[in-house]
């Protein structure tokens, strides 16, 4: 069978906006957006020698002097004050432009409108050919799925991985969904949610608008970097001590220290070739104690199959609903899932897009 392979474009031509940037540099360039993938369209262009004239945002957001030194203007008054059209490429910088970029383009205002798909340095980057040699996995996953949405889903990302291009997610993504409460996950009473690698709180927040904290067990958050574990403790510090468990440690498939690099991004790594270290253990190890794990969540991109082979004991005896962010992943997009079948076969696995954004692709596994 290649249904899987049948929606693969044959023949990508891939879009190599950077290429256009170098090429391009003494055009004027604005950004629109003004949040975390802003910060990092902002480093790819001063990477490469350009700098962006203005960042733009739209009614309704708060108004910063400046973002990263770049003076910040309200889109519509930007649009309306300028007096020569198609002066400026606009640089899209916010998930949901993804989806806005036709109605940008259509309008005509800006020389070129640019969407990059793969903004962030750490998101791994395939071709067709890595495509073609794992054909196997691939269409046993996709065959596996458990609806065509997420069927669809995948071979969007994909397409739009190994071309570049964020069209082919743009096009089947509908609206933006809530990560905790969509049509295939939603919280249920008396949660116990374990988030691995819970940054300064931002996800387990979220899920709480979703579960509100006195409908829930216990919240816990495992992170292994100083700076961001204060963070966690301070932006949780309203939700009951009884409800909470945070701790510093970072996760993997067995107990050991690891080479860290959090100086990059947002998004720590592990890197051998770092004077950091942090500690990790297993989950099984860490929540041996936690007898009623319900949700596990995991947004982080590192060593994400580690991670979970070292929760495999409590994913058979807890079964717990399964959240894993895919969109920054190669092997183990399909290495995962098949992993999560192969140890528990009863969970039904989905594929969900956040947003228009290809690295907003969520994996969702349900008993």
């Given at each position: 069978m290649h249904e899987f392979m049948n929606k693969i474009v044959v023949k990508p031509k891939v879009i190599n906006p950077y290429k256009f940037i170098e090429e391009n540099r003494t055009d004027k360039y604005v950004l629109y957006g003004i949040g975390n993938l802003a910060e990092a369209v902002n480093k790819q262009f001063l990477d490469r020698g350009v700098k962006f004239e203005l960042a733009l945002v739209d009614d309704g957001y708060y108004i910063k002097e400046n973002f990263m030194g770049i003076p910040v203007q309200k889109f519509e008054e930007f649009t309306s004050n300028i007096k020569s059209q198609k002066k400026y490429n606009l640089v899209i910088g916010y998930a949901a432009g993804y989806r806005k970029m036709q109605v940008l383009i259509n309008e005509g205002f800006f020389r070129n409108v640019i969407c990059i798909a793969r903004p962030f340095e750490h998101h791994k980057t395939f071709d067709r050919k890595f495509v073609k040699k794992h054909e196997k996995q691939f269409e046993v996953l996709y065959q596996l799925l458990e609806d065509n949405?997420?069927?669809?889903?995948?071979?969007?990302?994909?397409?739009?991985?190994?071309?570049?291009?964020?069209?082919?997610?743009?096009?089947?993504?509908?609206?933006?969904?809530?990560?905790?409460?969509?049509?295939?996950?939603?919280?249920?009473?008396?949660?116990?949610?374990l988030d691995i690698g819970a940054y300064q709180g931002g996800s387990i927040q979220r899920f709480l608008k979703a579960a509100p904290a006195d409908s829930i067990n216990k919240v816990i958050g495992l992170e292994p970097e100083d700076n961001n574990f204060n963070k966690l403790c301070i932006n949780l510090s309203y939700i009951d001590e009884k409800k909470k468990r945070l701790e510093k440690i970072g996760c993997y498939d067995k107990k050991t220290r690891l080479g860290f690099n959090n100086s990059a991004d947002k998004c720590c790594r592990i890197d051998d070739n770092f004077s950091s270290f942090i500690d990790v253990d297993t989950i099984d190890n860490i929540c041996i104690d936690e007898k009623s794990i319900s949700t596990i969540y995991i947004g982080i991109s590192a060593a994400v199959l580690e991670i979970i082979k070292g929760s495999k004991n409590t994913i058979i005896a807890n079964k717990p609903r399964l959240i894993v962010n895919l969109g920054t992943m190669k092997e183990e997009l399909f290495l995962i899932p098949l992993y999560i079948k192969e140890i528990e076969p009863s969970y039904k696995l989905y594929f969900r897009f956040q947003s228009s954004m290809p690295s907003r692709l969520f994996l969702y596994a349900v008993p």
């Open positions: 949405e997420s069927r669809e889903n995948l071979c969007a990302f994909v397409n739009s991985r190994i071309t570049e291009n964020p069209q082919y997610v743009v096009d089947i993504s509908k609206k933006d969904i809530d990560e905790f409460c969509n049509d295939v996950y939603e919280p249920t009473y008396n949660e116990t949610f």
